[in-house]
T-cell receptor, first 113, second 118 residues
Framework: GAGVSQSPSNKVTEKGKDVELRCDPISGHTALYWYRQSLGQGLEFLIYFQGNSAPDKSGLPSDRFSAERTGGSVSTLTIQRTQQEDSAVYLC???????????FGPGTRLTVL | AQTVTQSQPEMSVQEAETVTLSCTYDTSESDYYLFWYKQPPSRQMILVIRQEAYKQQNATENRFSVNFQKAAKSFSLKISDSQLGDAAMYFCAYRSGGLPTGGFKTIFGAGTRLFVKA
């Protein structure tokens, strides 16, 4: 079956512009996670959605970052007024439930010039 | 707050040999899960093995096994009969067992890059 997909695979933008990153989770997965991976670093948790519950936004680094998940499926991570330090790979993962394995997408590489 | 530490930025192993990757973590929770993920150059994160904290028996998946020492908060990964395809970044990860003591975010270590020599 289809795995987690993310688009675009690469995004180059200018400092100060807004960007939207999209994640399509595996069908039926109720949990969805966003992570940020800076060059040569581990994964930094950003936000977690579980069903209809309020999302856990505790990892969002600033109010320029926001995410939504429409209809319990597709999720969009928005970064407003991008800065050069936002350059990283943004990974999305989904899971059948909160206690299960996370399945990762291929990531979006964001470069802010 | 929970932390995960991987003290080996890089490791190297000869093909067909055994290698152990180290991971330590810090938590005050009693209910949690531990994972090892593999990230090849393709960037695709792949689950290698998982361990529930309440289980005393060490998890095993084919050539991959863990040494889980709960009291020492240590969770090392052993790769036996190493293959060229094992070359990748390996991340140790911690996830809380959930409410009320914590949420469900997963904390990752900085990673260990494994090189496999032919």
């Amino acid at each position: 079956g289809a795995g987690v997909s993310q688009s675009p695979s690469n995004k180059v933008t200018e400092k100060g512009k807004d960007v939207e990153l999209r994640c399509d989770p595996i069908s039926g997965h109720t949990a969805l996670y966003w992570y940020r991976q800076s060059l040569g670093q581990g994964l930094e948790f950003l936000i977690y959605f579980q069903g209809n519950s309020a999302p856990d936004k505790s990892g969002l680094p600033s109010d320029r970052f926001s995410a939504e998940r429409t209809g319990g499926s597709v999720s969009t991570l928005t970064i407003q007024r991008t800065q050069q330090e936002d350059s990283a790979v943004y990974l999305c993962a989904s899971s059948p439930g909160r206690y299960n394995e996370q399945f990762f997408g291929p990531g979006t590489r964001l470069t802010v010039l | 707050a929970q932390t995960v530490t991987q003290s080996q930025p890089e490791m190297s192993v000869q093909e067909a040999e055994t290698v152990t990757l180290s991971c330590t973590y810090d938590t005050s929770e009693s209910d949690y899960y531990l994972f090892w993920y593999k990230q090849p150059p393709s960037r695709q994160m792949i689950l290698v093995i998982r361990q529930e904290a309440y289980k005393q028996q060490n998890a095993t998946e084919n050539r991959f096994s863990v040494n889980f020492q709960k009291a020492a908060k240590s969770f090392s990964l052993k790769i036996s009969d190493s293959q060229l395809g094992d070359a990748a970044m390996y991340f140790c990860a911690y996830r809380s067992g959930g409410l009320p003591t914590g949420g469900f975010k997963t904390i990752f270590g900085a990673g260990t890059r494994l090189f496999v020599k032919a």
